[in-house]
């Protein structure tokens, strides 16, 4: 996937992402209590897309295979810690009256989810450039 078309669908999917979560703040009140984690949801899922795509060029270029598969499993462990961090602090902080403040998190969560499995799908799937120096 190149670059170019790695920005275009980020922030194609971004700008849906952000009307969508403001409709629901408008149509639904309990949402619009909670918007804080939605936005902070929202950014941090692209600058996290940002670094994965960057890592995942970098490492699907090496001629070490391991290296790729290596780095989607630590951002898949890491953004599940990082998000389970983040829903944690905003519920011992906030202190939400209902368990439906997640419903935005989530939104984003599987939105982010399902783009990223599909550059690095298309990352993974690049052919080395060829050798002809030596």
Do not use: C, D
């Amino acid at each position: 996937m190149s670059f170019r078309s790695f920005v275009v669908n980020l922030f194609s999917l971004t700008l849906l992402t952000v009307l969508v979560l403001y409709a629901t703040q408008q149509v639904w009140p309990l949402m619009k209590q909670h918007q804080l984690l939605s936005w902070l949801s929202l950014g941090f899922f692209f600058l996290l897309s940002v670094l994965m795509y960057w890592t995942g060029l970098v490492t699907s270029r090496s001629e070490n295979k391991n290296m790729f598969t290596a780095a989607v499993l630590g951002f898949v462990f890491g953004k599940m810690a990082l998000s389970l961090m983040i829903v944690v602090i905003y519920t011992k902080e906030v202190q939400p009256e209902s368990k439906y403040f997640i419903l935005p998190f989530f939104l984003v969560y599987l939105v982010y989810t399902v783009f990223e499995t599909y550059f690095l799908i298309r990352l993974g799937k690049q052919k080395l450039p060829e050798n002809n120096g030596g």
